[in-house]
Every structure is written in structure tokens, then in C-alpha cells.
């Protein structure tokens, strides 16, 4: 494969991975120890909050008042279009019972958790999209109980991000971020039902918190740094690939970008143009796009269009745009990616905020073996079985002789004994 590298990404300094876990080991340590009072300490310390930790219902169902019209309709068109496609994921997987053979029956059973944990970041932007795409999904799975956790601004969470967790249909929602958010949700603090899986996006200490908690609380992923690919062909327009290449960059300096184009002019206008409009964005977007395309953005030349669609399988992003002709090839032939963009007019902003499939995607190369957030992740598949008698001889030999030939006596005596009486039947 022959792809030429026309912008490098240098890369940025190596983060404190080890200090992270560390430090999260030792804050989940004390606030199993001391629960509450733990998170208490770490909410005024860490995020300067010493006001009430959970939002009162009526909170929520007034927040709408703070907010424009405008802002209020966005809120329920993006909110009726994840609804609308969770409840179509959720339609496409159903129970069912087959016989095997005469007498053995199988089945599958669709059960929702008990209780799903939603995070909703803080930070430099109010995460409104990030609030809908999972509570809405957790509903949508059917999930009997939905509690959200989200940091608090200077003046407490951002009125739009409470509306959205109330049109999603969160039950409880705790003012509390980071570690002691996430933990707060698994170990059932502040009065709030242990949580079964933890889902939603954020910093890399709530990455590793989850990481840290998996096992007895499922999680959606260990999720990174947003990250997105554009494939652009002669077709496609400079201006829109390198707005869209800005745009994604805006999410900050561990965010990468990447363009791979099979199409040299292209690429070379492109490369004038990223930097001009990061330079028309206002702060403190500005400085996070510009790192983000200094240290981690790529502009790579290929050859032909499979091998733009090879580097875009490599690459797996999480967020793949594919502004090139013959858009059918494309998704048919694509096939490591959290979710595909299709044609100039499908920005990857559309799937951020409104346009249905879930934003909370698999990054840093997850997407060779994981889809994102949707309702399966809510749902346990189960099976089971049952055997009528006349079925028993033909299964009872088959697991006995596999048992024994595996050096399991005692599960062949199971098989065993379940034709014994079946014999005494016939004798008799």
C-alpha cells in the first residue's frame, strides 16, 4: 500500500497514564470507606461545589425557563430523533424459542438492567447532546431506572443540560463530576440505586474510574480523546473537508484529525485552509483547535480509493466521513469505525447533537472490535433451554461422551443419570 504522509501529527508529550490509575485507585478506595462524606470533599476541592448534591424534580422540570425557544425546540427535535432510532434498534432484536431437535427447546430472553448510570461531562462546553444520547437510549432499552451524575458550572449545571436529562427522562440527577460522580452512581450514594452499567463520555480520569469499577458494574467502553477521519475524493469540496477537519479539531489538543484523499490539489488546499479557519473561531476554541491539528492532525495521499478505504480501516476511527463519489462502494466496503458519515451534506456535527445514532462511540482504534453506545448495551441477552423426555437419550450420550473425553466424570454422571429412569420406564 503506497500512502504519502503530505502533514504528519508529531504527537503530543506522554500523559501521566500511571499517575491517572493511581490516583483513581486511591480515590475509589476512600469513597467506598467513606462514601458520602468522601464525595462531599472531593466536590468542594475539586470542583468547588458546596451547594445541594441532587437536583429537586421540580429543578428540572423548570429548567426550561432559562432557556430560549429556540434552544428549547432544538432540545426536542434532537431528543424525538434518538428516541425514534433507539426504539428501532430496540424493535430489531427480539426473544425467541426454537426446537433444536424433537423435544430440545432453546431460547432467548431480552432482559434491561435494573439501573443505568448516565455521565454527563462539564468542562469547556455543555455536554446537552452527551445527556440525551444516554438517558434517551437507557429508556429506550427499557431500562426501569435511569440516574444521571453531571459537574457543576460555577452556578451549578447548565440550565440546557438539565433540561435535557428531564426530556430524556432521567429519575435522579446528582451535581457531582469526575471520580466521585462515577463512583457515586456504582456504589449507590446519596440515596441513589446501586447502578448496573455506567455510560457516557468523558475526562480520562472518568475513563479510568470505569475501567477500574468493570466487573461487577458493567460500562459502556473505556473511551479516549474524540477522534474523526474524512475521506475526500476530486469531487468533494476543500472548503467543506477542511471546515469539517476544523470543526472536529475543536474538541481539543488530544482530539486528532485526519484526511485521507486520493486527490493531491485537494489535499494541498485543504492544508492552506485548516489553519485559517481555526483562526476564525473564538476562544478558547481557537487554542484547542490549533493544537489539536498542530500535534495530532494528518493529511495522508493514497493511490486509489481502496487504499483510502484500508488506511480508513486502520486508522478505525471514531467518526468516519466519507465525502467522495459512489457512496454505496463506500458502505459497503468500509468496516472499522464507530459511525459513518455519508456525503458532503452528513457533518459529523449532525451525529454529535441531533441526528439519532448514539454520539458516545468507541475511539482510539476500538472500533476494530466494538460498536458504540445503543440499547444492547442495556439489554442482558439470555438463553435457555428445556428438554422433554423422548429428546434425552441422543443429548444425555453426546454430553456424557464429550464430558468424559474432556476428563469431566462428574458431569458425564449428570448426563448418565437422567436416562436411568427413562430405562426403568422401559423395562417395566
Known amino acids: 500500500m503506497s500512502v504519502t504522509s503530505l502533514k504528519s501529527a508529531p504527537g503530543l508529550p506522554a500523559q501521566g497514564v500511571a499517575?491517572?490509575?493511581?490516583?483513581?485507585?486511591?480515590?475509589?478506595?476512600?469513597?467506598?470507606?467513606?462514601?458520602?462524606?468522601?464525595?462531599?470533599?472531593?466536590?468542594?476541592?475539586?470542583?468547588?461545589?458546596?451547594?445541594?448534591?441532587?437536583?429537586?424534580?421540580e429543578t428540572l422540570a423548570a429548567a426550561h425557563r432559562q432557556l430560549d425557544a429556540e434552544l428549547v425546540e432544538a432540545i426536542g427535535y434532537a431528543h424525538a430523533n434518538i428516541r425514534a432510532f433507539a426504539e428501532a434498534q430496540r424493535a430489531s432484536v427480539t426473544e425467541f424459542e426454537t426446537e433444536l431437535r424433537p423435544g430440545l427447546v432453546a431460547g432467548q430472553r431480552l432482559i434491561p438492567v435494573g439501573c443505568a448510570g448516565a455521565y454527563v461531562p462539564g468542562g469547556r462546553y455543555a455536554h446537552v447532546a452527551s445527556a440525551l444520547m444516554t438517558v434517551t437510549t437507557a429508556r429506550a432499552a427499557g431500562v426501569p431506572e435511569v440516574v444521571a451524575c453531571t459537574p457543576p458550572g460555577r452556578d451549578g449545571p447548565h440550565p440546557a443540560v438539565l433540561h435535557a436529562l428531564h426530556v430524556a427522562g432521567a429519575d435522579r440527577v446528582l451535581?457531582?463530576?469526575?471520580?466521585?460522580?462515577?463512583?457515586?452512581?456504582?456504589?449507590?450514594?446519596?440515596?441513589?440505586?446501586?447502578?448496573?452499567?455506567l455510560v457516557g463520555p468523558g475526562n480520562a480520569?472518568?475513563?479510568?474510574?470505569?475501567?477500574?469499577?468493570?466487573?461487577p458494574v458493567g460500562i459502556d467502553m473505556v473511551a479516549g480523546p474524540t477522534d474523526s477521519l474524512v475521506i475526500a475524493d476530486a469531487s468533494a469540496s476543500a472548503e467543506t473537508v477542511a471546515a469539517d477537519l476544523a470543526g472536529q479539531a475543536e474538541h481539543g489538543a488530544t482530539s486528532p484529525v485526519w484526511l485521507v484523499t486520493d486527490h493531491r490539489p485537494l489535499a494541498e488546499a485543504v492544508?492552506?485552509?485548516?489553519?485559517?479557519?481555526?483562526?476564525?473561531?473564538?476562544?478558547?476554541?481557537?487554542?484547542?483547535?490549533?493544537?489539536?491539528?498542530?500535534?495530532?492532525?494528518?493529511?495522508?495521499?493514497?493511490?486509489s480509493r481502496e487504499e483510502m478505504a484500508a488506511t480508513a480501516d486502520r486508522y478505525a476511527p471514531e467518526h468516519l466521513h466519507v465525502q467522495a463519489a459512489d457512496l454505496d462502494w463506500w458502505r459497503a466496503r468500509l468496516c472499522a469505525y464507530g459511525s459513518l458519515f455519508l456525503g458532503a451534506e452528513t457533518t459529523v456535527a449532525f451525529g454529535d447533537k441531533a441526528a439519532g445514532p448514539?454520539?458516545?462511540?468507541?475511539?482510539?482504534?476500538?472500533?476494530?472490535?466494538?460498536?458504540?453506545?445503543?440499547?444492547?448495551?442495556?439489554?442482558?441477552?439470555?438463553?435457555?433451554?428445556?428438554?422433554?423426555?423422548?429428546?434425552?437419550?441422543?443429548?444425555?450420550?453426546?454430553?456424557?461422551?464429550i464430558s468424559r473425553a474432556e476428563g469431566m466424570e462428574g458431569h458425564a454422571r449428570t448426563a448418565d443419570m437422567r436416562l436411568a429412569p427413562r430405562a426403568q420406564r422401559l423395562a417395566e
Open 19 to 57: 499517575d491517572c490509575a493511581d490516583t483513581v485507585q486511591i480515590m475509589l478506595a476512600r469513597l467506598r470507606r467513606e462514601r458520602e462524606s468522601a464525595a462531599r470533599d472531593y466536590a468542594a476541592r475539586l470542583d468547588g461545589w458546596d451547594g445541594p448534591f441532587e437536583i429537586a424534580p
Open 358 to 401: 448514539n454520539h458516545v462511540l468507541p475511539t482510539s482504534g476500538a472500533a476494530r472490535h466494538t460498536g458504540g453506545l445503543s440499547v444492547h448495551k442495556f439489554l442482558k441477552t439470555v438463553t435457555w433451554q428445556r428438554v422433554a423426555p423422548h429428546a434425552l437419550p441422543d443429548l444425555a450420550r453426546a454430553t456424557a461422551t
Open 175 to 197: 451535581v457531582l463530576g469526575g471520580v466521585q460522580g462515577i463512583a457515586a452512581m456504582a456504589l449507590g450514594l446519596f440515596g441513589l440505586p446501586e447502578a448496573d452499567i
Open 271 to 303: 492544508l492552506r485552509r485548516v489553519p485559517q479557519l481555526i483562526d476564525a473561531l473564538p476562544e478558547p476554541n481557537r487554542s484547542a483547535a490549533r493544537e489539536a491539528w498542530a500535534a495530532l492532525g494528518e493529511v495522508m495521499l493514497a493511490d
Open 205 to 215: 480520569f472518568v475513563a479510568e474510574a470505569k475501567r477500574q469499577l468493570f466487573g
